[in-house]
């Protein structure tokens, strides 16, 4: 099944207004039984990681993790990565209206293909330079090397 024509239509239904959006987030970890289990393993991995942690959120989607994440652990420093621009665009506006500072930002990028500027390395996933990985449905804890 084609998800796009569906995400780009709840996208503009919940985009108007940044209280539409909390309540589309709310919907989804109603909907989602996953939802749970990444705040879930995100809850647990908090626990051994650094205040100030580095999170690329790969694959964020519509951002409720991004944004739970900001709003749960205030020290982290979260790269949200999608590589559909209209979705960057909608989650850096929605970020920026409902988050203090800077610590969320959305950037377009195929992770397949994406260079870090840091690094100058191919894959976030091969740089290691992230304390968590958050993909699609999975968290995964990694050490900064």
Not at 51 to 71: E, H, I, P, R
Not at 113 to 140: E, F, V
Request: some cysteine.
């Amino acid at each position: 099944m084609h998800y796009d024509p569906i995400k780009e239509l709840l996208g503009r239904q919940f985009n108007r207004h940044p209280l539409l959006r909390r309540l589309f987030y709310q919907l989804l970890d109603i909907l989602l039984l996953r939802s749970w289990h990444v705040r879930k393993a995100l809850r647990r991995l908090s626990r051994s990681m650094p205040s100030q942690a580095a999170v690329l959120d790969a694959g964020m989607g519509f951002g409720q993790y991004s944004w739970w994440m900001a709003g749960r652990f205030p020290g982290w420093k979260i790269t949200a990565a999608d590589i559909k621009s209209e979705q960057v665009a909608d989650c850096n506006a929605f970020f920026n209206a409902t988050l203090p500072g800077e610590r969320v930002h959305a950037v377009e990028a195929d992770l397949v293909t994406w260079r870090q500027r840091r690094t100058g390395m191919t894959s976030p996933y091969a740089s290691m330079s992230w304390n968590i990985l958050r993909r699609t449905g999975r968290c995964s804890h990694h050490s900064k090397q």
